[in-house]
């Protein structure tokens, strides 16, 4: 029988925000592909009360509607309240019997989607250099804004390796894709109108950042575990 609890409880376990809790659930559950009938029946809740806690930035459930979402959502209480937020992925221990396969291109394209956070590798005078950099992918390329005089302009003119993954901690499994080619400007008006207009968002680190630096793709690889 379904709980049809629709009143928040005293009893609650908190994030790092309360309004983080809602975008939290609905990212888990469109991830997984699942609708919120389906999320409510796993976890013995009605769809409504699942609608206002995905909602609802006041909605404090308690730790036992916690519970039931987490596993209805094949993750942790922690990890969907935001309190595994300033940890590193990957703190689970490996699964049993994990499946290791390796990526076709297209399934890479696939898991890189439209945009996402990467991390960017290139060698520099001064040595190696990592950073984070928020891209979107346009017909093909990898693409990305920043400002001439941040580290991420030295990728200008060199080749570089752009890396990015997801890891499920709770099901200690994940992918990661690699795109390795060459980074260059990008100069041409037709060309930046059209990043402007096809590129998902704004930098996430803000400010003036008017040069627009792709990855023309010479490689793409990408492997996955599962359990």
């Known amino acids: 029988m379904r709980n049809m609890a629709a009143q928040p409880s005293s ?4 994030g790092n925000s309360t309004g983080d809790l809602g975008r939290r659930i609905a990212q888990r559950r469109k991830r997984l592909g699942l609708s919120q ?3 409510a029946d796993r976890a013995g809740m009605a ?4 609608q206002y806690l995905e909602e609802q930035p ?15 959502l094949e993750t942790t209480v922690r990890e969907l309240t935001g309190g595994d937020v300033a940890l590193p992925p990957g703190l689970g221990q490996a699964g049993r019997r994990p499946k290791f396969t390796e990526l076709s291109p297209q399934a890479c394209w696939d898991l890189l989607s439209t945009h996402g956070v990467g ?4 060698t ?5 250099l990592i950073l984070p950099v928020n891209y979107s992918v346009v017909e093909g390329l990898i693409v990305f804004r920043t400002h001439p005089h941040t580290a991420l302009a030295q990728t200008l003119g060199c080749q570089v390796a752009c890396e990015v993954d997801h890891i499920d901690g709770a099901l200690s499994q994940g992918w990661s894709v690699l795109v390795c ?3 260059s400007c990008v100069t041409d008006p037709d060309s930046v109108r059209l990043l402007k207009e096809r590129a998902y968002s704004e930098p996430w680190p803000g400010g003036q950042r008017d040069m627009w630096i792709r990855i ?4 793409v690889t990408g492997r996955r575990i599962t359990v």
Do not use: D, H
């Not at 009893?11 to 908190?14: M, P, S």
């Not at 006041?58 to 209805?72: D, N």
């Not at 520099?124 to 190696?128: F, L, V």
């Open 119 to 122: 991390r960017l590798a290139v």
């Open 37 to 39: 009938e389906e999320v």
């Open 11 to 14: 009893n609650a376990v908190r």
């Open 216 to 219: 023309n793709p010479l490689s």
């Open 58 to 72: 006041i909605a404090t459930p308690g730790a036992a509607s916690l519970l039931r979402l987490a596993g209805a």
């Open 124 to 128: 520099t005078p001064s040595g190696p």
């Open 181 to 183: 080619g060459p980074a």
């Open 47 to 50: 769809a409504s009360y699942l």
